[in-house]
């Protein structure tokens, strides 16, 4: 009974979990530990890139420093694993904001398109190659590629895919000014992504609708929409998507002059990326919180910040970004009527802009040019830059981005006398103006009207539930309804007594197990390192020395003996000994063995510096068979230079151990029946040990042999990784 209701409890924990939480069951030590152990180059190479994958959801800077890694290693495997490396070389340029050499390298798959018969890698080079040609405005060829990959998505009846390719068709629709066109891809993405439950997907397709909205001018539609995208990419644990969408829910709080809740997204997104190491995001929003100290007219603040941001951007090959912080930065002086400086940063950042073939910024950037004339009194230069502005948006982008341009015209040929067209150009601003303000209304009733259609049907809902409770409660009598639930309480609070005392006891007999294992354990440690061959051996020498009347050496020699015995017997009861104590055994342990062979062999015992001064603890005497078996049985003292090496390093969250020595090997050991089994003892012995502490402590460790010398198959590399633990803490 116990055993049904444990299992049920934990089918509910399960449940609980997975609707409370990311499925985040691999974490970057599982990754990273599949990826070191896999032997097999071809298994190796995908592990790597899984592990990458996880990089660039968690920790950008990591992802980008394994990428050249995953290219080299490409190079011996497959047409499709080259083809998955340069898919992740330029997914780590789009992280950083590179954008020139991320679409270069989009070319670079070209050719993968006649190499590969997988219609999923097709697809997806379709996609790629669909982008760059949206991004350079070459629409009938982002046109001829986005078709066939959405011919190939439904072939093979992929909702994923379908839903990507109707996103990035969504995309293109909305750089080609088609409102209506980008707004049905849109939402054909969406439910597709639905369908394939990818979350990720999920987010990137309501984002897409967002910035749809947002492009024409709907700013609460964008805004609801990307709050929809942000608990999603937070739902599916990709913090890059997450940051992004708050910086963008933050631009758009800003449009309509909501600083203060702005500038939170601001320190989200900020937030966010510090903790994925993404210092182009950090840099992104600096720019941001910048923008909001400008409003503010902190201007001061506001240079600091964006300059900040430029520094860290300069670090990057991000045109957009570096163009926005000296767009900003012109705009700090230009309200401080400091001209010469603001048009010093407006042509900076039209050298960016135009570099990353950003229009709609060039657009901006000419428009705040014409505004610095006009205010210079330069009103010839001034019209000339506010047309080139309108001439921009006016093909390249949402034609009611022109206003400004239309009111600030304008208002300098009011100021050179000229009525008649100030007159005119005041009349194309009043129309925009009263077309933008229309969609804007249309845009806050079609969000009322869907409200209160929710609410009506919630209303519904409730009075219909409300009313089947109604029914059924006047059927039923309650002081028996009563009476049956408080039995059906008592009987599980009775179960789950019994199922708790029953859990407890088990904990219990659990924990006695593991103490009487711990203690045989060290049992079998302690009769282990006081081998009675090695005693019998020890005692022998001394009696030889004395026979010899070599006091000197004798004398010497029952020293260190019986300093070793000490230390032994001091320390093998104890669960940690701390570093320094177990070098002082080995060096004792090797010098009584190095006396009693006449110095035949040579040993050296090294560590690294920082395991010292963090007062790193070990288990005492873990390395002592090995040792034991490189000089007994691997006859150590029988070889010509003959050398024994330890070695304790840190590898990240372990303890290294590294014993090699060049002894005859384990090959050359196996006919000894005896001494096969004595190893045979001492790496169960070992294992043990290293299970019980990785049970104990949650961090896996493991020991590995090998020959030292592969061709010879002489001598033996001993690896131990143990929990690192410190005398203050837990290492």
Same mark, same amino acid.
């Given at each position: 009974m ?11 924990l399960c449940?609980?979990y997975?609707?409370?939480?990311v ?20 298994k190796?190479?995908?592990?790597q890139?899984?592990l990458?994958?996880?990089y ?5 800077q990591k992802?980008d ?9 490409s190079r ?7 083809l ?9 340029e789009?992280?950083?904001?590179? =954008?020139?050499?991320?679409y ?25 190659l669909?982008e $760059?040609?949206t991004?350079?405005r ?6 001829? $590629?986005?078709d ?8 093979v009846?992929?909702?994923?895919l379908i ?10 629709s909305?750089?080609q000014?088609?409102r ?17 439950s ?8 309501m984002?897409?609708q967002?910035?749809? $909205? ?5 700013v609460?539609?964008?805004?609801s929409?990307?709050?929809?995208a942000l608990q ?12 992004q969408?708050q ?10 002059f909501n600083?203060?809740?702005?500038n ?15 210092k ?9 919180m ?7 007219k902190?201007?001061?603040? #506001?240079?600091?910040?964006l ?17 926005l912080?000296?767009?900003f930065?012109?705009?700090s ?5 400091? $001209? ?9 950042a ?9 229009r ?12 610095v004339f006009?205010?210079?009194? =330069?009103?010839?230069?001034a019209?000339n ?23 600030e015209i ?5 100021k050179t ?7 005119r ?5 009043s129309d925009? *103006?009263?077309s ?16 209160y259609r929710?609410?009506?049907r919630?209303r519904l809902? #409730? ?9 059924r409660k ?20 009775v ?7 029953i ?8 924990n ?5 294992q711990? #203690? ?18 020890a005692?022998?020498?001394i ?5 010899e009347n070599?006091? =000197? ?9 019986s ?8 320390n ?11 070098i ?7 010098e ?8 035949r062999? *040579?040993?050296?015992v ?21 040792i034991?078996?490189?000089i ?7 070889i ?17 151990v590294?014993?090699?020595d060049?002894?005859?090997g ?12 004595h ?6 012995? *070992?294992q043990?040990?290293?299970?019980n502490?990785s049970?104990k402590y ?10 030292y010398?592969?061709?010879e198959?002489t ?17």
């Open positions: 116990f055993r049904y209701f444990l299992s049920f409890s934990l089918l509910l449940f609980v997975s609707n409370n939480a499925a985040d069951n691999w974490d970057e030590a599982t990754y990273r530990n599949a990826y070191l152990r896999e032997k097999d180059n071809t190796k190479f995908w592990r890139v899984a990458g994958k996880y660039q959801m968690n920790n950008v992802a420093s394994i990428r050249y890694a995953i290219i080299e290693a011996i495997e497959s047409d499709s694993a080259k998955q490396a340069l898919i992740y070389d330029l997914r780590i789009a992280l950083q904001g590179n =954008k020139s050499a991320y270069a390298k989009i070319l670079q798959l070209q050719p993968y398109l006649s190499r590969t018969n997988s219609k999923l890698n097709q697809v997806n080079i379709f996609h790629l669909g $760059y040609h991004a350079y070459e629409f009938e060829q982002a046109t001829v $590629y986005l066939e990959a959405l011919r190939f998505s439904k072939q009846r992929n909702y994923a839903g990507e390719t109707n996103r990035l068709l969504a995309k293109l909305m750089e000014n088609k209506d066109a980008s707004l049905d891809y849109a939402e054909t993405s969406i439910q597709y992504a639905r369908r394939s990818d979350k990720p997907l999920m987010a990137k397709c984002n897409m967002a910035l749809i $909205y947002s492009f024409f001018g709907q609460e539609l964008s805004v929409k990307n709050f929809i999603l990419a937070k739902d599916a644990g990709d913090l890059p998507q997450v940051a969408y910086r963008e829910i933050g631009e758009s709080q800003y449009q309509i600083y203060d809740n702005a939170v997204f601001f320190i989200q997104s900020r937030e966010t990326a510090w903790r994925i190491r993404d182009r995001l950090v840099g992104l929003a600096n720019i941001d910048g923008l909001v100290k400008l409003a503010k902190e201007y001061d603040e #506001a240079i600091k910040e300059k900040s941001a430029v520094l860290i951007l300069h670090s990057f090959n991000d045109q957009d970004g570096l163009g912080a000296h767009k930065l012109g705009n002086y230009n309200e401080q009527r400091k $001209y010469d400086e603001a048009l010093r940063y407006y042509n900076m039209l050298v960016y802009f135009e570099s990353a073939a950003n709609s910024e060039i657009a901006s950037v000419y428009h705040l040019v014409g505004t006009a205010e210079q009194g =330069k009103y010839k230069n019209l830059y506010l047309n080139r502005s309108i001439e921009i948006r006016t093909n390249y982008g949402y034609n009611g981005g022109v206003y400004p341009s239309y009111k304008a208002d300098v040929y009011k006398g000229d009525m008649k067209l100030a007159y150009y005041l009349n194309m601003y925009f *103006t009263d933008a303000r229309i969609v804007e209304v249309s845009a806050k009733i079609a969000e009322l009207s869907e409200l929710s609410e009506q919630e809902i #409730a009075t219909q539930a409300d009313s089947i409770e109604l029914q006047q059927k039923e009598n309650t002081e028996l309804k009563n009476i049956f639930q408080t039995y059906i309480i008592i009987g599980f609070l179960v789950l007594a019994l199922a708790s005392f859990l407890y006891y088990r904990l219990k007999q659990r006695i197990r593991q103490l009487q711990e #203690a045989e354990m060290n049992q079998t440690l302690l009769r282990s390192q006081m081998n009675p061959h090695f005693v019998f051996n005692m022998s020498v009696q030889s020395y004395i026979y070599d006091t =000197k050496n004798s004398t010497k020699f029952l020293i260190n003996f300093k070793l015995m000490r230390l032994i017997l001091e093998s009861s104890k669960e940690f000994i701390s570093l320094a104590t177990e002082d055994i080995l060096n004792k342990y090797l009584t063995q190095k006396l009693r062979f006449g110095d062999f *040579t040993y050296e090294s560590v690294n510096d920082q395991l010292l001064d963090e007062e790193a603890i070990i288990p005492p005497m873990i390395t002592q068979p090995f034991e078996n490189a007994e049985h691997g006859q150590l003292h029988t010509e230079g003959g050398f024994i090496h330890v070695r304790f390093t840190k590898d990240e969250e372990m303890l290294h590294m014993i090699e060049n002894g005859i384990r090959k050359g050991s196996k006919n000894n029946k005896k001494s096969a089994e190893k045979s003892m001492a790496m169960k012995i *070992t043990d040990r290293i299970n502490l049970y949650k961090i896996l460790g493991r020991m590995e042999m090998e020959d010398d592969k061709e198959e001598g033996t590399l001993v690896n131990i990784y143990l929990p690192y633990r410190t005398e203050g803490g837990n290492g």
